[in-house]
């Protein structure tokens, strides 16, 4: 190995030391979005160091072909230590700007598309299914209304066969009508709490 190749690959690997105190700055920062979930933190820190490893190792092989000597991973060390000493706090102030013109860069459009996308895709929605609902209960009011039309006079030919029929049998179905009434009360005040819950979301 020549030494210009040697100066040269001493001069890449300050750099690459350099490098790497920024991107473990940035990459220790960011950890805090995912610290709680244990499985990722763990998977992201392998990823991490072995993408960084290969990044280094290839920069090695391009300057002098890939050899590593004691030099190499001194120079490394060096500067990964300049950064520390010299470029840490500045790097760190800088790294909480850019996080926080990123924050503010998605925040304005993550409420950008709520409010021209989804918020009236969603209101949409809620008005098409309020209009059904609606038009579901003037069909049922209708059919209610036409069936009742319907079954008057039988159920004035009933509650004259009712007065004819004896007593026992008439307490059997007054059972058989408070069941029916029940049932009847369940079911309505099913649908109130239904109708209710619905309208009260949209």
Not at 61 to 80: D, H, S, T
Not at 100 to 125: D, E, G, K, Q
């Amino acid at each position: 190995m020549s030494l210009s190749i040697q100066f040269l690959t001493m001069i890449t690997m300050v750099l690459s030391g350099f490098y790497l105190g920024i991107v473990q700055e940035t990459f220790r920062r960011l950890t805090y979005y995912w610290k709680r979930r244990v499985f990722l933190t763990y998977f992201l820190e392998i990823s991490f160091w072995l993408t960084q490893t290969a990044i280094i190792l290839y920069v090695l092989f391009r300057v002098n072909a890939g050899e590593i000597r004691v030099y190499v991973i001194l120079a490394c060390l060096l500067g990964f230590s300049i950064y520390q000493v010299l470029a840490k706090a500045a790097y760190k102030r800088l790294l909480e700007w850019i996080i926080r013109i990123v924050s503010a860069v998605y925040r304005f459009f993550r409420n950008l598309v709520h409010t021209l996308i989804i918020s009236p895709i969603s209101w949409i929605i809620r008005t098409l299914f309020r209009l059904v609902l609606w038009i579901l209960m003037l069909i049922g009011t209708i059919l209610l209304f036409i069936l009742k039309v319907v079954i008057t006079p039988f159920r004035w030919v009933g509650m004259g066969i009712y007065h004819l029929i004896p007593d026992g049998f008439k307490k059997n179905l007054h059972k058989l009508a408070g069941f029916y009434s029940t049932m009847k009360n369940i079911c309505y005040k099913g649908y109130k709490k239904l109708e209710k819950l619905l309208f009260k979301r949209g």
